[in-house]
């Protein structure tokens, strides 16, 4: 079955800079990889996705890119902000029969003011 | 966008009774809708996948008489907790799927304490 790697587990950024968050997924069939930014409390709220016939999406400060050969995808976050802290999980799934996600085991984002 | 929504959002309640928490896709139909269970700094676990007019089916482990699901209508799935107990407490966490190309969208989550 599907299984998908996320790393790091935390990361502390200082205000302004990048931040790079990182998934790794097994099973090919995958086509769909979506992004959620979760925060205290609360349920994940999806911030960006990609599917398989993109290598890049980008939204403002967000951008999703995928390797569909090395079978990896990563979030990247520019200018970052303190409102940006929060635990973001990464995910894959093929979009079809069941439609399960697999989740990484999420990154613990930390930006210091 | 897709909205879904969870209540109650906290509840506590005694061991050995039951709690029931709703799932509601508010505007839209969602023919399938899936229950996490998420512990304090892991990443979610999935429960279960709901179907409408259909028997949930439950992921190895989940005991099926303990964690009741119920998809009665395309906009409404509960998750019922019986016999709770402390070790029950944890964050369960409902998502429904739009459609075939879409992704999911996640109700806010309900804080269950068991006391």
């Known amino acids: 079955g599907e299984n998908v790697e996320q790393h790091p587990s935390t990361l502390s950024v200082q205000e302004g800079d990048s931040a790079v968050i990182k998934c790794t997924y097994s099973?090919?069939?995958?086509?769909?990889f979506p992004w959620y930014k979760q925060e205290l409390g609360k349920g994940p709220q999806l911030i960006i996705d990609?599917?398989?016939?993109?290598g890049e999406k980008k939204d403002q400060r967000i951008a999703v890119t995928l390797n569909k050969t090395a079978k990896h995808f990563s979030l990247h976050i520019t200018e970052t902000q303190p409102e940006d802290s929060a635990v973001y999980f990464c995910?894959?799934?093929?979009?079809?029969?069941?439609?399960?996600?697999?989740f990484g085991t999420g990154t613990r984002l930390k930006v210091l003011a | 966008g897709a909205v879904v929504s969870q209540h109650p959002s906290r509840v506590i309640c005694k061991s050995g009774t039951s709690v029931k928490i709703e799932c509601r896709s508010l505007?839209?139909?969602?023919?399938?809708m899936f229950w996490y269970r998420q512990f304090p700094k892991q990443s979610l676990m999935l429960m279960a996948t709901?179907?409408?007019?259909?028997?949930?089916?439950?992921e190895q482990g989940v005991e099926k008489d303990k964690f009741l699901i119920n998809h009665a209508s395309l906009t409404l799935s509960t998750l019922t907790v019986t016999s709770a107990h402390p070790e029950d407490s944890s964050f369960y966490i409902c998502?429904?799927?739009?459609?075939?190309?879409?992704?999911?969208?996640f109700g806010s989550g309900t804080r269950l304490t068991v006391v």
């Open positions: 995910a894959a799934t093929p979009l079809s029969g069941t439609y399960k996600y697999i």
């Open positions: 709901s179907n409408e007019g259909s028997k949930a089916t439950y």
């Open positions: 099973d090919s069939a995958s086509n769909y």
């Open positions: 998502s429904a799927l739009q459609g075939s190309n879409y992704g999911y969208t």
């Open positions: 990609i599917r398989s016939n993109v």
């Open positions: 505007d839209f139909q969602a023919t399938t």
